[in-house]
């Protein structure tokens, strides 16, 4: 597997580009992307490794982690995928985006077609990417884990050496602190943590460093 990590908006999120090298299968996680100059990044890459673009996924549905799915959506005959409990946040982005920051989502929301299970396996090549609920963030929060390549992809659930704000709509930091000590550190502690914002860090560091879990 390949990835490159775009850190793209206002916001400074994280939006993730992977895909295995054998099958040239891709997928885009939290698709933020704002300017078009970042759009046009995300395409050069797609464009130039010749890769056939097959899922956009969501760790979850905040504005800043969605801008870029109208355009991305359209362009490659995507629908995204999210966790059925994170739709209602998703519906509600429009109109928050706006209040919250000033920056609208530009176009509109593209239909989910598939919501997202705890302990789905999604095929991406010969890549298997496992979907761990970890509500907290949003009620609806994923994580992505890749055991074969050691990483796991944690959205705004856990940062380093933080975790993600619970102070809006359907938050809730006890339950965050849970998914994070129950889903999460039981993983291996040499896994790589590609976060939603920030650098990354890896599951030994943070069961060791991380003041609030």
Partial sequence: MKSLCFTVNPIEENCYLLWDETTLDAAIIDCGAYEE??????????????????YLLQTHTHFDHIYGLPTFAKEYNLAPMCHSEDLPIYKAMPMMANQLVGLPIEGELPTVRECLLD???????????????????????????????????????????????????????????????????????????????????????????????
């Fill in 37 to 54: 100059s970042e759009k046009e990044r995300i395409r050069q890459q797609i464009s130039r490794n010749h890769l056939q673009l097959r």
């Fill in 119 to 213: 302990g789905q396996e999604i095929l991406l090549g010969t890549i298997s990417i496992r979907v761990i609920h970890t509500p907290g963030h949003t009620p609806g929060g994923v994580c992505f884990w890749i055991e074969s390549e050691n990483c796991l992809f944690t959205g705004d659930t856990l940062f380093r050496c933080s975790v993600g704000r619970s102070d809006f709509p359907g938050g809730n930091m006890m339950q965050e602190i849970n998914s994070v000590r129950n889903r999460l550190f039981t993983l291996p502690p040499e896994t790589r943590v590609l976060t939603g914002h920030g650098p990354e860090t890896n599951i030994g560091w943070e069961i060791k460093n991380n003041p609030y879990v």
